[in-house]
């Protein structure tokens, strides 16, 4: 039972929680798909705060608040004072008060740590610079959606192997028995604290991992490849050194080819394939560049996922909110 339960981290979930978090996610898909209502949050009030900026995440939380028949109130860092004026427990112990679960987006594992110890409503974790553990529900949800059961599947992240979707990937695949590969350069793999929480759970789930800076051993054999922009949000003065260490990592045609198999593509967005962009065009102008983790050519293919990800983020946010908050029942048919 997740009932009342927040949702931090993907490690605080057995492999049993996290599949039915993915089939339950399938299911209310399929629930949208054919207009059958499932208001399993029917008459809550749920709060956003949101400390970095969100196209997906925030998109995701409003509509499934609205198809759970839950009122959504967003906060920014200008509606508020999170941290600065008013501890992280006080401004918990409010809205616990006020509202009946919360969402939280910001660069701290701890402030999301301590909303949940302080406020005595579920609290969601919508992106640390630790870890992105509402977006990997959605992402094994898509693995599934493509290749089917996922026990036995071979996930390849390449690039930033120390952000939060890296880490997050890692942890969720060997609970899920998905092996995942991380090619990335030495300096940018997962940090000692990662590793030793991957290595625990190698052994209790039997599932195996690889880190590696060879990508093109790395891909063999993958179902799916996965990336994400060079620079995480905060970092970007490191990008020229980004660029320099992972152009041989670019996700192109060659490297979906090595894999031998009819491979999947996965990106969480926003990716930078072309110069269509404001951020995309300055990139081009100052490195001469238009593709960086990924070029045009592999994003607009028919292997890409990304935007059926994109989708799923909205299922399964509403996998996450009903199963921890919702009053669940079977709705008509």
């Not at 949208?32 to 400390?51: D, M, S, T, W």
């Not at 929480?197 to 590696?212: F, I, K, M, N």
């Not at 994003?299 to 935007?307: C, P, V, Y």
Request: hydrophobic residues 45%.
């Amino acid at each position: 039972m997740l009932q009342g339960r927040s949702f931090l981290r993907v490690s605080d979930f057995s492999q049993a929680e996290l599949r039915n978090l993915v089939d339950f996610a399938l299911h209310l898909k399929d629930l949208k798909a054919r207009g059958i209502p499932h208001p399993y949050l029917e008459g809550q009030n749920l709060a956003l705060v949101f400390n970095k900026a969100s196209t997906r995440t925030r998109a995701a939380f409003t509509v499934a608040a609205s198809d759970l028949g839950a009122n959504l109130e967003y906060f920014s860092t200008a509606d508020m004072q999170l941290g600065t004026k008013e501890s992280v427990a006080d401004t918990a112990r409010v809205l616990g008060r006020i509202f009946d679960g919360i969402g939280f987006r910001g660069a701290a594992q701890e402030d999301v740590d301590i909303l949940a110890a302080e406020a005595g409503v579920p609290v969601w974790n919508a992106l640390t610079d630790l870890a992105h553990p509402m977006q990997m529900v959605g992402d094994y949800m898509t693995l599934k959606e493509a290749c089917g059961d996922l026990a036995g599947l071979k996930l390849v992240y390449v690039g930033d192997g120390r952000n939060n979707v890296a880490n997050s990937l890692l942890l969720a695949g060997l609970i899920l028995g998905v092996e995942v590969a991380i090619a990335a350069p030495e300096s940018l793999q997962p940090n000692a604290q990662v590793r030793e929480l991957a290595d625990r759970l190698s052994e209790t789930y039997g599932t195996p991992y690889q880190l590696t800076e060879d990508l093109h051993t790395a891909v063999k054999g993958a179902d799916a490849i996965y990336t994400d922009v060079w620079v995480s949000m905060g970092e970007e003065d490191q990008l020229e050194e980004r660029i320099n260490l992972l152009q041989p990592y670019q996700v192109n045609a060659q490297v979906m080819a090595e894999t031998g198999k009819d491979t999947i593509f996965m990106h969480c967005l926003p990716a930078y394939h072309n110069g269509e962009s404001e951020k995309g065009r300055a990139l081009v102008a100052k490195y001469g560049e238009a593709a960086f983790e990924v070029t045009d050519e592999v994003f607009q293919s028919e292997a890409g996922w990304h935007f059926q990800q994109a989708e799923n983020r909205l299922h399964s946010t509403k996998a996450i909110l009903a199963a921890t908050n919702g009053h669940l029942f079977v709705p008509g048919v």
